[in-house]
Nanobody
Framework: QVQLVESGGGLVQSGGSLRLSCAASRRNLRFDRMGWYRQAPGKERELVARINSGGSTYYADSVWGRFTISRHNAKNTVDLQMNSLKPEDTAVYYC???????????????WGQGTQVTVSS
C-alpha cells in the first residue's frame, strides 16, 4: 500500500495563488496517472486535473487557464499550481494516483488525506 502525502493548502485571498504538492511514499512504483480532485461542503468529489505518465493533461472547465498540473515521474510527485483563485475554488483537495494492473484496464488507486484550500472574497 502506497501513501500519498499532500502539502501546500491554506487560506488565500481571491485572485491569489497556491501550490499544492503530493509525494508518494514509495518511489519504485509506476503510476499511469496522477491527479487532483476536490470536494466542497455539500458537493460530490470532482476531478480538477490529471496527468498521465507521458505528460498528457486534462483540466476541468472550471479551472482551465488558471491551474497547471505537473509531475516528476522519477520522484513520484505531482504538483498543482493554482492561480487567480476564486472563492468557489474553496474545497478539500485530494491527491490521486492510479496504476493499470491488467489488460482489461482495471486500476489500483491511492488517495491522499486531503488538504484544505480556502479562498476568501
Amino acid at each position: 500500500q502506497v501513501q500519498l502525502v499532500e502539502s501546500g493548502g491554506g487560506l488565500v485571498q481571491s485572485g491569489g495563488s497556491l501550490r499544492l504538492s503530493c509525494a508518494a511514499s514509495r518511489r519504485n512504483l509506476r503510476f499511469d496517472r496522477m491527479g487532483w480532485y476536490r470536494q466542497a461542503p455539500g458537493k460530490e468529489r470532482e476531478l480538477v486535473a490529471r496527468i498521465n505518465s507521458g505528460g498528457s493533461t486534462y483540466y476541468a472547465d472550471s479551472v482551465w487557464g488558471r491551474f497547471t498540473i505537473s509531475r516528476h515521474n522519477a520522484k513520484n510527485t505531482v504538483d498543482l499550481q493554482m492561480n487567480s483563485l476564486k472563492p468557489e475554488d474553496t474545497a478539500v483537495y485530494y491527491c490521486n494516483a492510479a496504476t493499470v494492473v491488467n489488460v482489461e484496464g482495471a486500476e489500483v488507486e491511492s488517495w491522499g488525506q486531503g488538504t484544505q484550500v480556502t479562498v476568501s472574497s
